[in-house]
């Protein structure tokens, strides 16, 4: 079974940064996609950054010049730095695993997407 283990969330002040981590833990054998979606409350979730296994990336216009993620597809492990953090940026952060091949062997793997558990992000002014 996959697990996405996130961590470094939590309460930080208008302009100050964070970064976050997110571990995919099993038997895996490749990721596609790793990512970062955001909900903050009353609001639909929202993609906030993403990145390829070769390394393209994609990022919400509301983050772009603020935001950096990057991977290590060694560890399976996707982070996700934020600086010059806005109070719209309050929100849970959920890691997101896409295509993900895991399974008991190469032969009989499947793919699936996953979810952490969430990460709280607070800006306060």
């Known amino acids: 079974q996959v697990q996405l283990v996130e961590s470094g969330g939590g309460l930080v002040q208008a302009g100050g940064s964070l970064r976050l981590s997110c571990a995919a833990s099993?038997?895996?054998?490749?990721?596609?996609?790793m990512g970062w979606y955001r909900q903050a409350p009353g609001k639909q979730r929202e993609l906030v950054a993403a990145?390829?296994?070769?390394?393209?990336?994609n990022y919400a216009d509301s983050v772009k010049g603020r935001f950096t993620i990057s991977r290590d597809n060694a560890k399976n492990t996707v982070y996700l730095q934020m600086n010059s953090l806005k109070l719209e940026d309050t929100a849970v952060y959920y890691c997101?695993?896409?295509?993900?091949?895991?399974?008991?062997?190469?032969?009989?793997?499947?793919?699936?997407?996953?979810w952490g558990q969430g990460t709280q992000v607070t800006v306060s002014s």
């Open positions: 099993g038997s895996i054998f490749s990721i596609n996609a």
């Open positions: 990145i390829t296994s070769g390394g393209s990336t």
């Open positions: 997101n695993a896409e295509r993900v091949y895991s399974g008991s062997s190469y032969l009989t793997a499947t793919l699936s997407d996953y």
